[in-house]
């Protein structure tokens, strides 16, 4: 069964930088992306980003221009989304969803999500 | 970017009773392809999302079939014929044509 699961909570500093893993199982990574959402306390869902698991091409909301990293290990079919120069607007809890983006793929787009893994920048 | 907006934000509802839910888009969610990538999604307290609906009216694996979307074009709604206690939860609309993807704002439901 598909499976993502998703590394733990961390609290983190203003200005640091935070790394949550996505270790996928169930399917054939290569063939499929991955897309990083996340929600802020009592809010709704933003998508931050999306990977490739092929060849690792990746694109990621203009807002986030700078601050952010998508990156992938297809020998372990993790993905990992670093955040950069933390504030405390960035606390919320971030998932990630397989998303293959090929249209002939529609019904795998974002049909399963990690647990989802909260990370609080507090000073 | 692509502004998706729900409507009722909140959503009283009667176990047993219908509910319906809409999503209005700020531009055409038609791609290229002729295919809409509309979705809905609900999600439960404290749990992550859960994808119920794809293209507007497909539904998910293990969906039940009282929830139904429809629409086209800017224009969708997601229906469930009778409520249950497990439908419980804020439902989202996102679209997938336009880049970035966007999400509405949610709407909260909940039993009378």
């Known amino acids: 069964q598909v499976q993502l699961v998703q590394s733990g909570a961390e609290v983190k500093k203003p200005g640091a930088s935070v790394k949550v893993s996505c270790k996928t199982s169930?399917?054939?990574?290569?063939?499929?992306?991955i897309s990083w959402v996340r929600q802020a306390p009592g809010q709704g869902l933003e998508w931050l980003g999306w990977i490739s698991g092929y060849n690792g091409d990746a694109n990621h909301a203009p807002r986030l221009q700078g601050r952010i990293t998508l990156t992938t290990d297809t020998s372990t079919s993790t993905a990992y989304m670093e955040l950069r120069s933390l504030s405390s607007d960035d606390t919320a809890v971030y998932y990630c969803?397989?998303?293959?983006?090929?249209?002939?793929?529609?019904?795998?787009?974002?049909?399963?999500w990690g647990q989802g893994s909260l990370v609080t920048v507090s000073s | 970017d692509v502004v998706m907006t729900q409507s009722p934000l909140s959503l009283p509802v009667t176990l047993g009773q219908p509910a319906s839910i809409s999503c209005r888009s700020s531009q055409s969610l038609v791609y290229s392809d002729g295919h809409t990538y509309l979705k809905w999604f609900l999600q439960r307290p404290g749990q992550s999302p859960r994808r119920l609906i794809y293209?507007?009216?497909k539904r998910g694996s293990g969906v039940p079939d009282r929830f139904s979307g429809s629409g086209s074009g800017s224009d969708f709604t997601l229906k469930i014929s009778r409520v249950e206690a497990e439908d419980v939860g804020v439902y989202y609309c996102?679209?997938?044509?336009?880049?970035?993807?966007?999400f509405g704002q949610g709407t909260k439901v909940e039993i009378k």
């Open positions: 969803a397989r998303d293959p983006t090929a249209a002939a793929d529609s019904e795998k787009h974002f049909d399963y």
């Open positions: 169930g399917y054939t990574f290569t063939n499929s992306g």
């Open positions: 996102m679209q997938g044509t336009h880049w970035p993807p966007t």
């Open positions: 293209e507007v009216s």
